[in-house]
C-alpha cells in the first residue's frame, strides 16, 4: 500500500512522470493508454471475467443488477444476472440480459467471432437445464441450442478453436463421461465430448489459452501435477488440441506456483506470447509477477515485482498487469512492460537498477542472488 500511495503523491506533485504516459519523453518507455478513467457501466457484485469482441464487452461474474456510469448504488439499476455486455467506447450496455442462476466463472469466443462461450456454477440459463456451460449466438443474443455441452461441476476456464471448445474445472464428467482429470472438451457444432483428456490432479485449471494455430492449449492453475509430471505441470502445462499428450513448457523450469496457497491466477495470450499471472500466500510457489513464454514455452521474460499478480493484458506492445505489485526494481522500475524485452518503465516509485541485476533468457532480469535461486 505504502508503494501505491507514493506513486499517486508524486505524481500529482510533478515530481515523476505520470502513472500512463500517452506521449512519452524518452523513446525508452513506452507508450501507454492514458489513466482517464471512462464510463462504464457498474454491477452490484464481482466480474471474474470479460471478453472483448468487436465493440462488445462481454462481462461474466457473481451480480443481480448493472446501472449506468456515474449511478449512485440503487439508483437507475436494471436486471443482469452474472452476464452482461456493454459498449467498448461508451460503457453503454446492451440489451444482452440472459438469466443464469448461478455465478459465471469465465469467457471466451470462437476464432470467428460469432459465438460467446461461458462456463462457471450455473445450471440454467433463460430456464433452460445448461449445466455450467453455454453457448451464445453473438448476433442475437441468444442460446446456440444445438450445442449441448455438460459439466457435473463447477468450471473455471474455457477457451476454443474452430472446432473445439476446452474447458476445465472442478468436474469428474462431461455429458456423462467420466473425466476424472478435471479437462475436457467439445464439438462446437454440438456439444458432444470428444477423446480429449488431459489429466490434473492436486489443484485446479485457472486459465486456459488456445495458441493461434488452434494445435495446443495451454492451463494455468493450482495443480500439481499434469498428466502425471510435475515440470511441466506445476501450476503449467500445455497440451496437444487432439489428443491431449503434453508439450514441452520449460517455463515451469522457473516459475513454479502451484497447492493450495499459490497458483497460476490468470493467463492470456497475444499472437506469439502468454502470459502467466502468478500469486503465492505463504505457499509452495516461488514467484510473485508474471512471466512471458513464447508459444513453444520458451520464457522470453519475468516480471517478478512482489505482490501477487492476477491477470495480464498486451496491447499496442505494452503489457499491463493487476495485481498488488510493490518491489519491481529487479526488473527495472514499476508496471507497464514492453513486449520486446521485458524492460519495465520507471514511472514514479523505483527511478534506478540496482548493479547487481543480470540478464536471463531475452530479458529476465533479476538480482544475482535472485537469479541463482530461481535458475541454478
Known sequence: MASAVALVITAMVGLAPALADTAPASANDPQTVSADSLPTAQINGVVWD??????????????????????????????????????????????????LNGEVRALDSSPDGTRLYAVGTFTTVNGVAKNRIVAFDMATGAIVTSFAAAANASLYAVTANAATVFFAGNLTSANGVARPGHAA????????????????????????????????????????????????????????????????????????????????????????????????????????????????????WLADCRGDNYSASSSGGVVYITGHSHQCQWVGGALALVLGHGVVSVYAAFVSVADTMVSYASGLMLPIAECRRRVL
Do not use: H
Open 50 to 99: 470479460q471478453e472483448i469482441v468487436g465493440n462488445t464487452v462481454y462481462v461474466g461474474g457473481n451480480f443481480s443488477k448493472a446501472r449506468p456510469a456515474g449511478s449512485a448504488p440503487g439508483t437507475n439499476e436494471v436486471p443482469r444476472t452474472d452476464l452482461m455486455a456493454y459498449n467498448l467506447q461508451t460503457g453503454v450496455m446492451t440489451s444482452f440480459a440472459p438469466v
Open 185 to 300: 472438451a467439445a464439438l462446437a457444432t454440438t456439444g458432444g465430448t470428444t477423446g480429449w483428456a488431459p489429466n490434473l490432479q492436486g489443484g485446479r485449471a485457472y486459465g486456459m489459452e488456445v495458441s493461434p494455430d488452434g494445435s495446443k492449449v495451454v492451463f494455468g492453475g493450482s495443480f500439481t501435477t499434469f498428466n502425471g509430471s510435475g515440470n511441466p505441470g506445476f501450476g503449467l502445462g500445455a497440451v496437444n488440441t487432439t489428443t491431449g499428450a503434453s508439450l514441452p513448457w520449460a517455463t515451469n523450469s522457473v516459475v513454479r506456483n502451484a497447492g493450495t496457497k499459490a497458483a497460476i491466477y490468470g493467463l492470456s495470450s497475444d499472437a506469439d506470447s502468454v502470459y502467466a499471472s502468478a500469486y503465492n500466500f505463504g505457499g509452495t510457489g516461488n514467484t510473485e509477477g508474471t512471466a512471458r513464454s513464447s508459444w513453444d514455452g520458451t520464457l522470453i
